[in-house]
């Protein structure tokens, strides 16, 4: 949580079935370039597991499915890196510098399962 600076506060998360929006799947290769997807209003990240990617049947029913463009000779992004750089670009497009942690944008955990920053969110700790 520490690595996150507070944004597992800031970034709703939730269940694939619970997102609303329009839902953008962001997978390491055969989608269209998050460069030319739209992503004006509210937008639901979809991201799969490190190694596995999204299951064929959660990518069918996204809106659009995207890959962020990667220097020749690189293979992939992890998780992490690659929903960074989605919000970073949602956040550059719909003119709100600094703000990609807002409600238009969502990160849903595709495989239904709370994921480790929900857990972290309902912890008392």
Known sequence: MRGSAGAVFRVPLGRFEEATGRRVA??????????????????????????????????????????????????????????????????????????AATSASTAASASGEPTSATRARRCEC
């Open 26 to 99: 962001l997978v390491a290769h055969g989608g269209e370039p998050l460069a030319e997807i739209e992503l004006r209003g509210a937008t639901v990240f979809v991201l799969g597991a490190e190694r596995g990617g999204l299951p064929p049947e959660v990518t069918a029913r996204c809106d659009a499915v995207a890959s962020i463009s990667l220097a020749r000779g690189a293979e992939s992004l992890n998780v992490a890196a690659a929903g960074a750089i989605a919000l970073y670009e949602w956040s550059r497009r719909t003119g709100l510098p600094g703000t």
